[in-house]
């Protein structure tokens, strides 16, 4: 929970234990009037949300029964006295309890010596026909696209982790959660031009999943484009407040109902896709760096850039390196990668980043379920398609133990719940001081030219949770 937010409610229950124990008015009336300032400030310029509404509703409660002591006539009597303060107390209780389960959480601060800026833009390809929107036929492809860059120091307001239009009733607290990241701050005039990083979510994803990432390498001098891959991101506000949610779903993919080669073919098909839309974004930032009135002008190094991605965004970063040389090294964070990973050169070195190092076992090999069958044949031409492009032409992986497929985002602080049930899981801020590690050396090594130990399999690892292969040609 973050500060603020405690000491609102803690000084809202103070309030209602006071009239419990027939403290002096003063007191109570004192305790209730802190809590009222308290709670104006938080809604007018904190900007509440649905969390803090019972403690909010206890906190109205509190104003109105003690507007009602100040009338004789109709003051409360203290049974009724005692009734309201444990009503008021259990409103407190309830919002700290959503706050646990669904906090209201801080990213880590980017590390880097630059301070963060972010900008929102929206691309249309005049190239390509949008063959997911069926009831409105002949529409162009239309891209929202988040940059995150080193920043001069800037008073501009803290940027929110998502707008209120790309969230829905559950997740619109997120639209007053700030990050560390200033809109539209102006691009530093220090350093560079700064390479690009092109960013991909996972399957559903969105992207802003990996803000914790992002923004830090943002603070080490990377210009970092994530993409919102319309239809399949979560939730896609494009110009003209035109909000797009995800069409494509779950059940092309779900190993149930599909075989492997099935999925293969659905995934590939959107995968040239999401291709098409990362050459398409770093087309669009060569041409605004290239624009002397453009707020990228000079900034940007689009000959030496990079991709990175989770989950299906990982196969995505690996993909677009066949069909563009400017991508000088691509990054897959915990995915299956496959489409055609052949083509790439061994000047594109590659890191594959998983959550565990041991293979399938040899009892989930030969189980007759279907869907562990199909899991497993997915796993089995995974392993072998990687190390054939790793033998052809180098690259790295890496295995941190004791974390899941969704480590690799922002999920644990969204739910820390879901390591509680999980006791040999590592903390949230170890797995993204990690994964922000060996991030940034991998980039710094590939695109910048400096060299990291970090890679080198013979150097002991700083995290004893890491395991590094290192493959030459």
């Known amino acids: ?151 001069n120091y800037s008073s501009n307001h803290l940027a929110a982790y998502q707008r209120l239009a790309e969230t829905n009733l559950a997740t619109s607290y997120r639209s007053v959660l700030w990050t560390n990241s200033r809109i539209d701050a102006p691009i530093t005039g220090e350093g560079g031009p700064f390479p690009v990083l092109l960013f991909n979510h996972g399957w559903g994803g969105r992207r802003t999943q990996d803000t914790f990432l992002t923004e830090d390498l943002a603070s080490h001098g990377y210009v970092v484009a994530a993409i919102d891959h319309t239809y399949n991101a979560g939730r896609v506000a494009l110009s003209g407040d035109r909000v797009i949610d995800s069409t494509n779903g779950y059940d092309p993919i779900d190993a149930s109902k599909h075989t492997a080669t099935e999925i293969k073919r659905t995934w590939n098909k959107e995968l040239q896709r999401w291709v098409e839309d990362e050459v398409f974004v770093l087309n669009a930032l ?70 565990k190092s041991n293979q399938p076992r040899q009892q989930d090999l030969s189980s007759l379920d279907a869907e562990a069958q199909t899991l497993n044949e997915l796993d089995k031409n995974d392993e072998s398609e990687v190390d054939a492009s790793l033998k052809q032409y180098g690259g790295y992986k890496l295995y941190v133990s004791n974390t899941s497929h969704m480590d690799f985002t922002d999920h644990p602080l969204i739910t820390p719940w879901s390591n509680w049930i ?31 130990s970090s890679l080198e399999p013979e150097n002991p690892s700083q995290f004893r949770e890491v395991q590094v292969e290192k493959w030459t040609r």
Not at 6 to 26: G, N, P, R, Y
Not at 73 to 93: D, E, G, I, N, Y
Not at 301 to 321: E, P
Not at 328 to 334: H, K, P, Q
């Open 1 to 151: 929970m973050r500060l603020f937010e405690t000491i609102l409610i803690l000084v809202v229950i103070a309030a209602a234990l006071a009239q419990i124990a027939e403290m002096a008015d003063s007191w109570s009336r004192s305790l209730i009037f802190l809590a009222f300032l308290l709670g104006t400030w938080h809604i007018v310029y904190e900007k509440t949300y649905w969390q803090m509404f019972p403690a909010l509703a206890g906190l109205l409660v509190l104003v109105i029964g003690n507007l009602g002591l100040r009338r004789p006539h109709t003051a409360l009597h203290q049974p009724m006295k005692r009734r309201l303060a444990l009503a008021v107390v259990l409103l407190c209780l309830m919002s700290f309890g959503l706050l646990v389960l669904v906090p209201m959480f801080v990213l880590p601060k980017p590390t880097g010596p630059y301070p963060v800026g972010t900008r929102i833009i929206y691309l249309k390809d005049s190239s390509r026909i949008e063959d997911e929107d069926q009831q409105h036929p002949g529409l162009l492809r239309e891209l929202t696209v988040q940059i995150w860059y080193p920043a």
């Open 286 to 355: 060569q041409t605004e760096n290239a624009d002397s009135k453009s707020f990228w002008h000079g900034r940007l190094n689009t000959d030496r850039a990079g991709a990175l991605g989770h989950s299906f965004g990982g196969a995505a970063a690996i993909q677009v390196c066949s069909v563009d040389r400017r991508i000088r090294s691509a990054l897959n964070m915990d995915g299956w990668t496959f489409g055609d990973i052949q083509h790439r050169t061994s000047a594109q070195p590659t890191l594959f980043m998983y959550e």
């Open 422 to 452: 999980q006791p040999k899981h590592i903390s949230p801020a170890r797995i993204q001081m990690i994964i922000r590690a060996y991030v940034l050396d991998f980039f710094d090594q590939t695109i910048q030219g400096k060299k990291s």
